[in-house]
Antibody, heavy 123, light 106 residues
Framework: QVQLVESGAEVKKPGASVKVTCKAS????????IHWVRQAPGQGVEWMGW????????NYAQKFQGRVTMTRDTSLSTGYMELSRLRSDDTAVYYC????????????????WGQGTTVTVSS | SYELTQSPSVSVSPGQTASITCSGD??????ACWYQQKPGQSPVLVIY???KRPSGIPERFSGSNSGNSATLTISGTQAMDEADYYC?????????FGGGTKLSVL
């Protein structure tokens, strides 16, 4: 079935990096953007950036530029999000979500989400 | 930077109509989406392209978007609709979420 399955929970120390994986199945991976969205405890959702799976182009929220890297491996139908120089306020659930690549952006919404990966940053 | 603004909370009685609004500059010129999130779960798309429902989303969910506001309307609200709701739009190549609205069904 159509799904995005994320990697397991991580515990990191401040200053370290974390890499979260998002494995797709049941659909044509290269037809989509993969967005990364995070949610700190008790807070709203926050968009981090997207990667165009077809051509590898990325766009990151200004807040994360210089700290986040989104990549993909089309042979494995997997997307990756690496966040570096972790701080305690990076503690959050990190989600990946797919969004169809269309001529007009934003038409179809993020219709499939991963289950979320909890990243805890603590010394 | 572009911002979407939502009221933090909305309350509704079971069976009544709930309206959740999302405000942004010239939002009506963009496509708005809405997501429902229940505690401990991933968000679920309930409205896309301003007013379309994905398959499996009940007909009581509807949406509109014009001017500077988008609205999610839930008709005949049920207890199971109690959740956080987020609006979302693209601004050029950037994606923006609203701050979320907690819908309480009392």
């Amino acid at each position: 079935q159509v799904q995005l399955v994320e990697s397991g929970a991580e515990v990191k120390k401040p200053g370290a990096s974390v890499k979260v994986t998002c494995k797709a199945s049941g659909f044509t991976f290269t037809a989509y953007y993969i967005h990364w969205v995070r949610q700190a405890p008790g807070q709203g959702v926050e968009w981090m950036g997207w990667i165009n799976i077809n051509n590898g182009a990325t766009n990151y929220a200004q807040k994360f530029q210089g700290r986040v890297t989104m990549t993909r491996d089309t042979s494995l139908s997997t997307g990756y999000m690496e966040l570096s120089r972790l701080r305690s306020d990076d503690t959050a659930v990190y989600y990946c979500a797919r969004d169809l690549i269309t001529m007009v952006r934003g038409v179809d919404g993020m219709d499939v989400w991963g289950q979320g990966t909890t990243v805890t940053v603590s010394s | 930077s572009y911002e979407l603004t939502q009221s933090p909370s909305v309350s509704v009685s079971p069976g009544q109509t709930a309206s959740i609004t999302c405000s942004g500059d010239k939002l009506g010129n963009k496509y708005a989406c809405w997501y429902q999130q229940k505690p401990g779960q991933s968000p679920v798309l309930v409205i896309y392209q301003n007013s379309k429902r994905p398959s499996g989303i009940p007909e009581r969910f509807s949406g509109s978007n014009s001017g500077n506001s988008a609205t999610l309307t839930i008709s005949g609200t049920q207890a199971m609709d109690e959740a956080d709701y987020y609006c979302q739009a693209w601004d050029s190549s950037i994606v923006v979420f609203g701050g979320g609205t907690k819908l309480s069904v009392l």
